[in-house]
């Protein structure tokens, strides 16, 4: 069983709806991140959050909007999409934002079809 | 800004054959580098790293040196088996973040 666990796996959803995207992780870490995964492009960093706190917002347009409740959970809600931000949705984590290791732990993603 | 860069895939060798898959990379002081795998519907996991020039990094019969001159992490296994077919990406360390290559897929054949 992955530490990192994402739902829903797949998601198909018209421009209009709201949706949300949900990553737990039982690992105690204490930074979490959200990725993109596009076809042939480098995997593209959204969020990172530090003990519930934003860290990072790569230029993420505001129809993306992110939530930590707590160390061990993050959404990513979703409104009004278009359709080339259909793609994988990988949430991580690590022990800390410092990435003193550099180890990440992907969840197995959500792959999101907007139509 | 920093960037790594990795050969284009897809990559298809016969089981037991040499593997080499590059990389290099553009970065402002000496990150460390990664290379994670991604098996099909899974998600990424940490292969093997080097945090300084000249270490090397090595899991799984696979391996790859920090070149500082050549500013390259290129990843090689002497003798793939059919279970290492996956995504290979490439990864530096900056600040709070990992920035990733685009990803080599290999396929390999029995």
């Known amino acids: 069983e992955t530490g990192v666990t994402q739902t829903p796996r797949h998601l198909v959803m018209g421009m209009t709806n709201k949706k949300s995207l949900k990553c737990e992780q039982h690992?105690?870490?204490?930074?979490m991140y959200w990725y993109k995964q596009s076809a042939k492009k480098p995997l593209e960093l959204m969020f990172v959050?530090?003990?519930?706190?934003?860290?990072e917002n790569n230029s993420v347009p505001s129809r993306f909007s992110p939530e930590c409740p707590n160390s061990s959970h993050l959404f990513l809600h979703l409104h009004t999409l278009q359709p080339e931000d259909s793609a994988l949705y990988l949430c991580a984590s690590s022990l800390s934002s410092g990435l003193n290791t550099g180890e990440l732990f992907f969840g197995e993603g959500s792959r999101l079809t907007v139509l | 800004g920093n960037s790594v860069t990795q050969m284009e895939g897809p990559v298809t060798l016969s089981e037991e054959a040499f593997l080499t898959i590059n990389c290099t990379y553009t970065a402002t002081g000496y990150p460390s580098l990664f290379w994670y795998v991604q098996y099909p519907g899974e998600g990424l996991q940490l292969l093997l790293k080097?945090?300084?020039?000249?270490d090397k990094g090595s899991n799984k019969g696979f391996e790859a040196t920090y070149r500082k001159e050549t500013t390259s992490f290129h990843l090689e296994k002497g003798s793939v088996q059919v279970s290492d077919s996956a995504v290979y990406f490439c990864?530096?360390?900056?600040?709070?973040?990992?920035?990733f290559g685009a990803g080599t897929i290999l396929r390999v054949k029995s």
């Open positions: 959050y530090s003990l519930e706190e934003r860290v």
């Open positions: 080097a945090t300084k020039a000249d």
């Open positions: 990864a530096l360390s900056d600040r709070s973040k990992l920035v």
């Open positions: 690992l105690g870490h204490n930074a």
